[in-house]
């Protein structure tokens, strides 16, 4: 809170002599003015910002174009505008006599063409022999997996013996270094057990050579078994493979070709039905009907039109100021527009519930504009209310209006009220640098002389003490102090001098 001290008296006024940003006071008792004594204010804690706005437009968070996949009759419309529609609700139909026509005329060609497929693979060689074929094909797959694994075993097997072997010798090296290393003439030093050990690492290692090398044996004649069972299996499914073609004779060319009838038949159908099912429209998320383009009887257009959607949202970009204005003058003759692209749309849907505001920042302002920031939106129509939001995005892309590059930014209301509509002009302002619960000085309050920060603190006499401090973050308003002041300490507001009162008996001082 500012609190305002009243120093000095009447009779004094500005001499013009200013040094150093300190406004010099002396008695002039000509000088036409009442100098107004030095308002001080307090150095409190609170929050130092600076902000960048902007002028955008409230847009639901979520909204979507409506329309028929092909242009028809009017025949139904289940909705007016301010309706309050459910995901899935009809809300129009058209109709739909020519698409149910095309449908049936469509389906009874894919039958005429089945049958002709029908006739055509009615025998019963062709089906045996794909039965044949998928037997071998199966017998060959289990076949190989056996062969495979027993493979696999023998060379496992295989594996494990030249292992064991090579222990062995390991075993008898060391067995027959510490029996020569004990029999050195002329006193040989070895008792019983060198020499036994000896014998049994030898017998052991000629055992096991003789393990790994009947178990390299067994698995050589694994791979040739296995080479030949695998042989008689391709040989199988070959044969197979052989006698479906055989069993197809010449009918292979007209079978796939009416294949291909009979599919490109039922795109036809799926097609002519899907005319069918969207001769009734649905509300594709839940919402308010904002606008509605077109009455019972008339022939609507194909399509809803497109929308451009703001940063970050499934909402559109309002077309209000200067952008609409630009937008406009441009595209006057098409209908069409950058925040409107696809025109006009039969049906618009959007969700009330929540709102953003998508404003263009100029690409000086929109570089210090990122997600998460917080922001205060005011409203033209609505003089007094604040609410708060958040960055949700910004474009990575400028657009130009008016000749000036802007980035369409989203905020996103994190309070709302009932007030509040679709296409109201807000003003947003974006916090881009904060610190709170800081020491802080009006800005007003700061003198700044070759690279340092002052503030005039009222001395014993009452005269200004210049007093240095170290700055912080500097906002709009105010300005941290990092250090050189305490709470609570009184500065000084520059002077204002202000006319003094009339005399007795004039009028405005004249």
């Known amino acids: 809170m500012t609190r305002t001290a009243i120093r000095g008296g009447p009779g004094l006024c500005r001499a013009g002599a200013v040094s150093l940003a300190l406004v010099v006071v002396t008695t002039a008792a000509a000088c036409g003015t009442t100098p107004t004594a030095p308002q001080t204010v307090r150095v409190e804690r609170g929050t130092v910002a600076t902000k960048v706005a902007a002028s955008g437009a409230i847009t639901p968070v979520h909204s979507q174009n409506l329309g028929f996949l092909k242009a028809a009759k009017l025949a139904e419309l289940m909705v007016r505008v301010g309706d309050v529609v459910v995901p899935g609700q009809i809300v129009a139909r058209e109709d739909d006599y020519i698409f149910q026509q095309t449908l049936n005329q469509q389906a009874a060609t894919l039958a005429q063409q089945q049958a002709q497929l029908d006739r055509l693979i009615a025998g019963v060689t062709v089906p045996n022999g794909r039965d044949a074929l998928d037997a071998a094909e199966r017998f060959y797959d289990k076949t190989k997996k056996?062969?495979?694994?027993?493979?696999?075993?023998?060379?496992?097997?295989?594996?494990?013996?030249?292992?064991?072997?090579?222990?062995?010798?390991?075993?008898?090296?060391?067995?027959?270094?510490?029996?020569?290393?004990?029999?050195?003439?002329?006193?040989?030093?070895?008792?019983?057990?060198?020499?036994?050990?000896?014998?049994?690492?030898?017998?052991?290692?000629?055992?096991?050579?003789?393990?790994?090398?009947?178990?390299?044996?067994?698995?050589?004649?694994?791979?040739?078994?296995?080479?030949?069972?695998?042989?008689n299996a391709n040989t199988l499914l070959v044969n197979a493979r052989n006698g479906l073609?055989?069993?197809?004779?010449?009918?292979?060319?007209?079978?796939?070709?009416?294949?291909?009838?009979?599919?490109?038949?039922?795109?036809?159908?799926?097609?002519?039905?899907?005319?069918?099912?969207?001769?009734?429209?649905?509300?594709?998320?839940?919402?308010?009907?904002?606008?509605?383009?077109?009455?019972?009887?008339?022939?609507?257009?194909?399509?809803?039109?497109?929308?451009?959607?703001?940063?970050?949202?499934?909402?559109?970009?309002?077309?209000?100021?200067?952008?609409?204005?630009?937008?406009?003058?441009?595209?006057?003759?098409?209908?069409?527009?950058?925040?409107?692209?696809?025109?006009?749309?039969?049906?618009?849907?959007?969700?009330?519930?929540?709102?953003?505001?998508?404003?263009?920042?100029?690409?000086?302002?929109?570089?210090?504009?990122?997600?998460?920031?917080?922001?205060?939106?005011?409203?033209?129509?609505?003089?007094?209310?604040?609410?708060?939001?958040?960055?949700?995005?910004?474009?990575?892309?400028?657009?130009?209006?008016s000749g000036v590059t802007n980035y369409y930014a989203t905020v996103l209301l994190t309070e709302s009220d009932p007030r509040l509509v679709a296409g109201q002009t807000a003003e947003v302002a974006v916090a881009t640098q904060s610190v709170d619960n800081v020491l802080t000085v009006p800005n007003a309050a700061v003198l700044r002389d070759g690279g340092q920060s002052f503030v005039n603190i009222p001395g014993p006499d009452g005269k200004p003490v210049r007093t240095p401090f170290q700055p912080g973050v500097v906002g709009d308003g105010n300005t941290q102090v990092v250090s050189g002041l305490r709470e609570g300490q009184e500065v000084q507001l520059p002077q204002v001098n202000t006319p003094p009162p009339p005399p007795a008996g004039t009028i405005g001082g004249n």
């Not at 070709?257 to 039905?273: F, P």
């Not at 006009?344 to 920031?373: M, R, W, Y």
Request: hydrophobic share 40%.
């Open 146 to 231: 056996a062969v495979d694994e027993q493979i696999s075993l023998a060379h496992f097997n295989e594996r494990n013996a030249r292992n064991a072997y090579e222990v062995t010798l390991e075993t008898l090296r060391e067995a027959k270094a510490a029996y020569e290393a004990c029999n050195i003439p002329p006193v040989p030093t070895c008792v019983n057990g060198e020499a036994l050990a000896y014998t049994n690492a030898r017998s052991a290692a000629n055992t096991a050579r003789i393990t790994w090398k009947t178990a390299k044996h067994n698995s050589d004649i694994a791979e040739a078994n296995g080479d030949v069972t695998k042989a």
């Open 245 to 401: 073609r055989t069993a197809r004779s010449d009918r292979p060319g007209s079978i796939d070709v009416q294949r291909a009838v009979v599919r490109s038949a039922a795109a036809l159908v799926a097609l002519a039905q899907n005319d069918v099912n969207n001769a009734v429209l649905r509300a594709p998320i839940g919402g308010t009907v904002s606008a509605i383009t077109g009455t019972v009887g008339e022939y609507v257009g194909a399509g809803s039109g497109t929308t451009a959607l703001a940063p970050g949202s499934d909402a559109s970009i309002p077309g209000v100021g200067a952008a609409a204005s630009s937008d406009a003058a441009g595209n006057a003759a098409s209908g069409l527009s950058a925040t409107r692209p696809g025109g006009g749309a039969f049906i618009v849907l959007n969700n009330i519930n929540t709102f953003q505001v998508v404003v263009p920042f100029e690409e000086s302002d929109a570089s210090k504009v990122a997600p998460n920031q917080k922001v205060e939106v005011t409203f033209d129509a609505l003089p007094g209310l604040e609410r708060a939001g958040t960055v949700l995005s910004l474009a990575p892309t400028g657009v130009n209006i």
